[in-house]
């Protein structure tokens, strides 16, 4: 599960429907299964809810990823389909969660290893694990959201940052238990990145 | 040397001997293996930290408990070498399961699988270890053993990192699983030595004496000597991690690199010293050898807390090669002193084993508890402290166990 985002104000929702779906989906990455996914459009409660039921675990989700919301389909008497299917181009859509970021350079930085939202559903930071050996010395670190730049692409969308590896390095860890969360965000002098998410 | 010729007529064929170090170097090659993979591999599968942190506690546990049910499992099994080839087996086993199915479900299984067989392997590697060797001679053995270990955690770490950064981490799960292959081939010899050596101790002078293993854990200098293992570990286990937190906030960008230096450089000095603290316990006891590889981690712990800048870091950390090796010798070495010949060895080292997962489990915790109330150079300090109090339980509580 999306863990509760500790920036600035107190969070009731985890995480948008919307993510929690296509991270699950397109983790199937099957060219050949379907050119659409379809999502359960109603934007309610019940939308989310099912969303929510769903594993967390990509592997889990990419068995019964053609029909999100539905259990792992029982071999009779399949349950109806939920009432509004939206359908969802392929190359629209990536998930997230364990993808490469990449710096300016081209060079890999890390892995994003969760998103934080805020009340709304709305993406604020990508927490990208960044750095050490064999597993030492990594640390996560918080980047406004804003700052991710998504290419589409085949098999896998580029997502890239434009930070080199001394400002990253120079970034504050980013601890989900503590009072307020630091995010990375963009420089003060330069205009703010087209908003995404607004 | 006397010793070793009365050995003269069940002297370890130089094939065995040569067999041995080749188990542990490919042995030493795959357990470094994909520990340190698991984590990024199953991020990039989607897997949040959440479930990642349930498998590999799932994994911790099961290593915890089976520590001792394993040791007494390999004391029952007659030809230890099948216990060596099966722990192989399933140590690959369990790396394909997470190559090519990473579902929780196949997750799960691999890591207790991959628990459990580590649990047996060293332990039945140190049992062939005393049928090849003989007592006598059982020092030198081991700090070969840790030598060849160390090489092939060194050789492991490189290989394996190089798969991971150009290929992918799954494919570090198939090299493990590839590199379970060569491993099998010295314990081809291997069968045969064990059997002729059960066969020279049941009609030799020096028989198994089967104790109860009641009487064998409760061994006053067993207990002590597991205890003095656990302090060890505790302020140990957590001084690598400590130490690559530090070196992030303070180092910049060659971070990375420093922190690779901290982790190769002790494993270049255990493969060079193993050998000569091998003889050194022969020679001068195991305790005085104890003792020189314990007093490095608060020696280590106090530089850390006052000069946190890398030169200071990485040649320190040399001491950290020190303690691995005396460690690693004495480890079997004593545990054999005390309960070598009790027909329970294995459920011995399985008992120091669980008090060293002990140490390691709760040092993570107690370095970062302290490192977030009062600062990470009292958490060296903490740290420290233990490995001063494993010093002063040797010195105060362990007699020396070397036969006389």
Request: aromatic content about 6%; proline content about 7%.
């Amino acid at each position: 599960m999306m863990r509760i985002c500790p920036i600035g104000h107190h969070p009731s929702v985890l995480i948008a429907a919307g993510i929690m779906a296509i991270g699950g989906l397109a983790s199937t990455r099957q060219p050949g299964l379907a050119a659409t996914v379809e999502l359960i459009s109603s934007a309610g409660p019940a939308g989310q809810g099912a969303a929510a039921a769903t594993p967390d675990q990509g592997p889990a989700l990419s068995t019964a990823g053609a029909k999100p919301g539905s259990k792992p389909a029982a071999p009779t008497a399949a349950p109806p389909l939920p009432a509004h299917l939206e359908p969802l181009a392929l190359h629209d859509y990536t998930g997230i969660l364990g993808k490469k970021i990449v710096g300016p350079d081209g060079k890999e930085l890390g892995l994003v290893v969760d998103v934080l939202v805020d009340a709304q559903g709305h993406p604020r930071a990508a927490v990208i694990d960044f750095g050490g050996f064999l597993g030492v010395g990594s640390r996560k670190i918080a980047i406004d959201w804003r700052l991710l730049k998504l290419t589409p692409g085949q098999p896998d969308w580029k997502i890239s940052l434009n930070l080199d590896r001394a400002e990253i390095q120079a970034a504050p860890e980013y601890k989900p238990d503590e009072a307020s969360a630091k995010i990375v965000g963009p420089a003060p002098k330069a205009s703010p990145l087209p908003a995404k998410d607004k | 040397m006397g010793a070793a010729a009365k050995q003269g007529k069940k002297r370890p064929a130089p094939s065995a001997e040569r067999s041995l170090d080749w188990l542990n170097l490919f042995v030493g090659n795959i357990q470094t293996g994909f520990g340190p993979f698991i984590a990024v591999y199953l991020t990039t599968r989607g897997w949040t930290e959440t479930s990642i942190g349930l498998a590999l506690s799932l994994g911790t546990v099961a290593a915890m408990a089976s520590q001792i049910p394993a040791g007494a499992l390999v004391d029952a099994i007659r030809h230890k070498a099948w216990v060596v080839i099966l722990s192989i087996l399933a140590f690959s086993i369990s790396a394909l399961l997470f190559a090519i199915q990473p579902a929780p479900l196949a997750v799960y299984v691999a890591e207790i699988l991959h628990s459990f067989s580590s649990c047996t392997l060293s332990p039945a590697i140190a049992a062939i270890s005393l049928a090849v060797a003989g007592p006598a001679v059982l020092g030198l053995r081991f700090g070969r053993n840790a030598r060849f270990a160390a090489i092939g955690n060194g050789v492991g770490a490189v290989m394996m990192g190089a798969c991971g950064y150009y290929v992918s981490a799954q494919s570090v799960f198939f090299l493990t699983a590839a590199l379970s292959l060569p491993a099998l081939v010295p314990l081809s010899t291997l069968v045969r030595v064990d059997h002729t050596g059960v066969q020279a101790a049941g009609n030799g002078t020096v028989r198994t004496k089967h104790e109860r293993p009641t009487q064998v854990l409760t061994d006053r200098r067993l207990l002590t000597f597991a205890c003095s293992a656990m302090l060890f570990t505790l302020g140990n286990a957590a001084m690598l991690p400590l130490i690559g937190n530090t070196l992030t906030k303070t180092v910049g960008a060659a971070a990375d690199l420093v922190i690779a230096a901290c982790i190769v450089l002790p494993q270049l000095i255990v493969a060079l010293l193993s050998p000569a603290v091998g003889r050194m316990a022969e020679t001068k006891g195991r305790r005085v050898i104890l003792l020189s590889g314990l007093i490095s981690l608060p020696i280590r712990g106090v530089v850390f807390a006052l000069l946190p800048s890398p030169v200071p870091i990485v040649l320190v950390q040399a001491l950290d090669g020190l303690a691995g090796a005396c460690l690693g010798v004495l480890v079997p070495l004593i545990t054999s002193d005390i309960a070598g010949r009790s027909g329970h060895y294995n459920l011995a080292l399985g008992f120091v084993g669980f008090a060293v997962g002990i140490g390691a489990t709760l040092s993570t915790a107690l370095a970062g508890w302290i490192g977030d109330r009062h600062g990470q150079p009292l958490a060296f300090v903490t740290l420290a402290a233990c490995g001063l109090a494993a010093c002063v339980l040797v010195l105060s509580a362990l007699p020396e166990t070397k036969p006389a």
